[in-house]
């Protein structure tokens, strides 16, 4: 039987929450989330924290080390993925275009390592550029994610090389190219967020054409697509996603909590003969950290 990694996104940073109250807002459920997505059988947690009073999002690195501390706690082992994506919002003031209005929330690579460094998790999301998300700009300029790249690689974190068009990939081999990217790098193809990468089968195969030969990849759709995908990218030899940063339904009308998302996932990749990996098989395959020091 073949095996991938099998990533639960938690709660992201969009304003989902009241869409669905399913979504973990504070670091206890959060961290309850994560540890029942472990007992279904996820391989990863991939973490963003919010502000507990608001939902909205939050990078108070205390509020990632609460859930971090309690997900390392539990007697359920997955393997912690924390976002370096941070603030990187910048909308324009229409009167005063270079500087950023209302809804801006921009941090520097320093601020957005903060709790990666702190935390020394597995891995760690690297976005390799920048995009138009929707009516909104995702803002990382490549001499910003060059240090950010060098912090995680001081850290001896896993950086997931996070791709949403086509220009990421190649950023990304430069920095392996320039030796900012250690080992066996890991890619993740971010899938159907407008306007970046298309969600279909071509997309996906076109994206593995561009990568190094030795590299690993992971792909993830988002809304309805996120459990058709999950099918495409694991018979096509990649590593999935899902959860509720992506999506907030298990079928139409349906709202699904994170370790109902994973349950489906499973069931997916069994029918193609395929298991997730162990948290502890994906560490010895991609040379991780280990949290506690085994490795």
């Known amino acids: 039987m073949n095996k991938v990694m099998l990533t639960v996104a938690l709660t992201g940073a969009g304003d989902t929450v009241e869409k669905n109250s399913n979504v973990p807002v504070t670091p206890e459920e959060i961290a309850d989330s994560a540890i029942k997505c472990a007992k279904a059988g996820a391989t990863v947690a991939h973490i963003h924290v919010r502000d507990p009073q608001t939902g909205k999002l939050s990078h108070n690195v205390e509020l990632f080390k609460k859930a971090v501390e309690l997900i390392r706690a539990a007697d359920e082992d997955i393997i912690i993925n924390i976002t370096s994506g941070g603030g990187g919002d910048f909308i324009p003031n229409l009167e005063n275009p270079e500087v950023g209005g209302v809804g ?168 193609l003969n395929i298991e997730p990996m162990t948290p502890q098989e994906a560490r010895e395959y991609y040379n991780l950290r280990d949290p506690k020091g085994d490795l």
């Not at 935390?119 to 920048?130: M, Q």
């Not at 997931?160 to 190219?177: N, P, R, W, Y």
Request: hydrophobic share 35%; net charge negative.
């Open 104 to 271: 801006t929330d921009m941090q520097t690579p320093e601020q957005r390592h903060e709790p990666v460094g702190k935390l020394l998790p597995e891995i760690c999301t690297l976005d390799c550029g920048s995009v138009n998300m929707g009516d909104d700009v995702y803002l990382s300029p490549t001499n910003w994610l060059r240090k950010q790249a060098a912090l995680i690689q001081k850290a001896g974190v896993k950086p997931e090389l996070e791709c949403f068009d086509t220009g990421h990939v190649s950023f990304a081999k430069q920095l392996i190219k320039e030796g900012l990217i250690d080992g066996q790098p890991l890619f993740q193809f971010c899938l159907g967020i407008p306007w970046g990468l298309e969600n279909d089968p071509e997309t996906i195969e076109y994206l593995k054409t561009r990568i190094p030969e030795d590299a690993s990849w992971s792909a993830f759709g988002i809304g309805r697509l996120q459990l058709p995908t999950v099918e495409e990218v694991a018979k096509r030899g990649g590593n999935v996603r899902v959860g509720l940063e992506d999506n907030l339904y298990l079928s139409k009308g349906v709202k699904a909590t994170n370790e109902q998302l994973v349950e489906r996932a499973k069931e997916i990749l069994s029918e």
